[in-house]
């Protein structure tokens, strides 16, 4: 089946560590972005991924890395640095970048912190 | 910035009465798309409105774009318990490419 997995389903984070979500997508699809939500409350981009290298902020990077080598995978890092990051994570892909095809999403990744 | 505004935040209503979600911008949109979203699963899209005063229909869910492309709504008719979730609208942020949503809709159905 084609489609994005999204890995782990549920992940820890202590303090002070660094922890990376996993996101594979087999749609053959050039963009790929991460959203946050949190309870009650919309998506918010992370960062997204036009095109393999290459990777943009969206409007809450602070304290998160992401990294494009394939195109299938678009994992993201949320560093020490990002102080709540108890939340819904979700990776999605558009066929392209153009902000008018629609986004195809994972499972998500819930994150709690100990 | 550019926002999109959606209301309500919640709706409860009994089974068989219709839903309206309304979406609304400060800005003229190029596109529309509606997600929704059931408990603890991830968003699935539903439709994408293009021009304006466009209407598109799938089965008891009403998808409009207004004529200033500023704002858009979906109304669902004669609900059942599968219409349980959150609703979102989402358009590109105005001269880029990044797909902004609004703050969704959570619709709660009754038997």
């Known amino acids: 089946d084609g489609g994005i997995t999204q890995s782990p389903k549920y992940l820890f984070r202590k303090e002070g560590q660094n922890v990376t979500l996993s996101c594979e997508q087999n749609?053959?699809?050039?963009?790929m972005y991460w959203y946050r939500q949190d309870p009650g409350q919309g998506l918010r981009l992370i960062y997204y991924?036009?095109?393999?290298?290459?990777?943009q902020k969206g409007d809450i990077a602070e304290g998160y890395s992401v990294s494009r080598e394939k195109k299938e995978s678009f994992p993201l890092t949320v560093t020490s640095a990002q102080k709540n990051p108890t939340a819904f994570y979700l990776c999605?892909?558009?066929?392209?970048?153009?902000?008018?095809?629609?986004?195809?999403f994972g499972s998500g990744t819930q994150l709690s912190v100990l | 910035g550019q926002q999109v505004m959606q209301i309500p935040q919640y709706q409860h209503v009994q089974e068989g009465e219709d839903f309206t979600t309304y979406c609304n911008s400060s800005?003229?949109?190029?596109?529309i798309q509606w997600y929704k979203q059931r408990p603890g699963g991830h968003p699935v899209f539903l439709i994408q409105?293009?021009?304006?005063?466009e209407v598109k229909k799938q089965k008891r869910l009403t998808f409009q774009f207004g004529e200033a492309k500023k704002n858009s709504s979906l109304h669902i008719t004669a609900t059942q318990t599968t219409d349980v979730g959150t609703y979102f609208c989402?358009?590109?942020?105005?001269?880029?490419?990044?797909?902004?949503f609004g703050t969704g809709t959570r619709l709660q159905v009754f038997p």
């Open positions: 999605a892909s558009s066929r392209d970048r153009t902000g008018k095809e629609k986004l195809f």
């Open positions: 749609l053959n699809h050039d963009a």
């Open positions: 991924s036009q095109i393999v290298n290459d990777f």
């Open positions: 800005t003229t949109l190029s596109n």
């Open positions: 409105l293009v021009k304006s005063g």
């Open positions: 989402a358009a590109p942020r105005l001269n880029t490419d990044k797909l902004i």
